[in-house]
């Protein structure tokens, strides 16, 4: 089973960047699309980013497209994801999954994403 640990974040001032990563052990990811996810206190958790297994494709949640930038590098079994611009309704805990279900198609689905890790809090202050 692969375990994920997510780091990055932290306090950033709206308007500033953050670079978040996600690095995996026990299994490698190269076979598998990841996503970037992320939960607001009493929100539910929402997608944010994916990415294929290659590198090849990209998928953003309109909240974040052209601020945000997902990426992997295989051989060294992370993911991480760029965010630039960044405002108060962007602070959640963010976490990154690999999709388990339906394989086929880069999935923005929680449900198609497992192997949760414990997450990072990001905190845009206004």
């Known amino acids: 089973q692969v375990q994920l640990v997510e780091s990055g974040g932290g306090l950033v001032q709206a308007g500033g960047s953050q670079r978040l990563s996600c690095a995996a052990s026990?299994?490698?990811?190269?076979?598998?699309?990841m996503g970037w996810f992320r939960q607001a206190p009493g929100k539910e958790r929402e997608f944010v980013a994916a990415?294929?297994?290659?590198?090849?494709?990209?998928y953003y949640a309109d909240s974040v497209k052209g601020r945000f930038t997902i990426s992997r590098d295989n051989a060294k079994n992370t993911v991480h994801l760029q965010m630039n611009s960044l405002k108060p309704e962007d602070t959640a805990v963010y976490y990154c999954?690999?999709?388990?279900?339906?394989?086929?198609?880069?999935?923005?689905?929680?449900?198609?994403?497992?192997?949760w890790g414990q997450g990072t809090q990001v905190t845009v202050s206004s």
């Open positions: 026990g299994r490698t990811l190269s076979s598998y699309n």
């Open positions: 990415i294929t297994w290659s590198g090849g494709s990209t």
């Open positions: 999954a690999p999709q388990v279900f339906r394989r086929w198609v880069l999935s923005h689905t929680v449900g198609d994403f497992g192997s």
